[in-house]
T-cell receptor, first 112, second 114 residues
Framework: DAKTTQPTSMDCAEGRAANLPCNHS???????VYWYRQIHSQGPQYIIH???NNETNEMASLIITEDRKSSTLILPHATLRDTAVYYC?????????????FGTGTSLTVIP | DTAVSQTPKYLVTQMGNDKSIKCEQN?????MYWYKQDSKKFLKIMFS???????INETVPNRFSPKSPDKAHLNLHINSLELGDSAVYFC?????????????FGAGSRLTVL
């Protein structure tokens, strides 16, 4: 079901930028890319989303390649509290609703 | 105020029993979802309701029956519980026609079947 592939795990030094890649090579033209994270066993938390253009908010930046087949989530200055599982998701329009397909996620560990 | 609330947070029960998990959202969203997260942490959609109408029903055993009495509630009833039903169940909601259409999740309900 998942339309995305991500590395299983990554480490990042505290204070450095964390760059989390995602492949979505079968994405269609009207399908959005979303990123969520899950800290421990809490409910997933929204981070950012985009369609074609790069996006930035107070949490992160999202870089989407021109062919839209991959994207990178950037946490500019990782802190210990950013240790979590990060999910890259493709939102598929299924009339009248939307379907969010979660991949297996990347477990990010921020190291002091 | 909690935006998406689920009860109970923990549920331990015997095989063969019937149990329910309740979900309520106070965000004014029109679409609600149930996701199942197994021990391998894979999040899988089970159901989606829009304005009380079922719009997504993935291949879930018919022992699972969602019920949406109104737009703010989506309850999950499970009959004849099996060991494999042990998981964390997450409720979520979104506003279908908003620009961002962001999913807001509840804190999860951990079901353990003995």
């Amino acid at each position: 079901d998942a339309k995305t592939t991500q590395p299983t795990s990554m480490d990042c030094a505290e204070g450095r930028a964390a760059n989390l890649p995602c492949n979505h090579s079968t994405i269609s033209g009207n399908e959005y890319v979303y990123w969520y994270r899950q800290i421990h066993s809490q409910g997933p938390q929204y981070i950012i989303h985009g369609l074609k253009n790069n996006e930035t908010n107070e949490m992160a930046s999202l870089i989407i390649t021109e062919d839209r087949k991959s994207s990178t989530l950037i946490l500019p200055h990782a802190t210990l509290r950013d240790t979590a599982v990060y999910y890259c998701i493709v939102r598929v329009a299924i009339k009248p609703g939307n379907q969010f397909y979660f991949g297996t996620g990347t477990s990010l560990t921020v190291i002091p | 105020d909690t935006a998406v609330s689920q009860t109970p947070k923990y549920l331990v029960t015997q095989m063969g029993n019937d149990k329910s998990i309740k979900c309520e959202q106070n965000l004014g969203h029109d679409t609600m979802y149930w996701y199942k997260q197994d021990s391998k942490k894979f999040l899988k959609i089970m159901f989606s309701y829009n304005n009380k109408e079922l719009i997504i029903n993935e291949t879930v055993p018919n022992r699972f029956s969602p019920k949406s009495p109104d737009k703010a509630h989506l309850n999950l009833h499970i009959n004849s519980l099996e060991l494999g039903d042990s998981a964390v169940y997450f409720c979520a909601s979104s506003r279908l026609h908003s620009g961002a259409n962001v999913l807001t999740f509840g804190a999860g309900s951990r079901l353990t079947v003995l």
